[in-house]
């Protein structure tokens, strides 16, 4: 699956997972970082991939400096500037693209954050306007269907 996880303390889980946060935000070894809170509060852990783990310095087994604490607004999503100028282009495909649920809206701002060169970023910011103004994103049903 090429994720690696760090574990919650069960005190720190339990205190958050009691007050409905699931959604947490903090710095691993000084590199911050916003993820969903996995598991329980005897089992939490936070998912991360290989190459932030790798950038903050850490392996297999090794013991690591966790700040973590609850989201403010746990439904706030963080567009990249990308994705904003090809919806800010495709009025309908901004309408719907506010619909969207938070969860599907981080989703896929992730797909444009996640390449490396901004030439893909804005090809995959543009292609999503459009997939999502023609419903053909993949799970898409369009209108009356």
Known sequence: MGMHYVPVP???AAA???AGHRRVEGTLEERPF???L???ADDARLRFGKSFLKECGLAWGATAHL???SVADPNAVTLPE?????LAEDEEAATRFETFTPGKQRSLAHHVTSAKR???RERRAYELARKIRTYTLHGDTPPGS
């Open 34 to 36: 916003t993820r969903a």
């Open 82 to 86: 990308e994705l904003v100028a090809a």
């Open 118 to 120: 901004t030439e893909t």
């Open 67 to 69: 700040d973590v604490r």
């Open 16 to 18: 958050l997972l009691a």
């Open 10 to 12: 069960e005190p720190i």
């Open 38 to 40: 996995h598991g329980s």
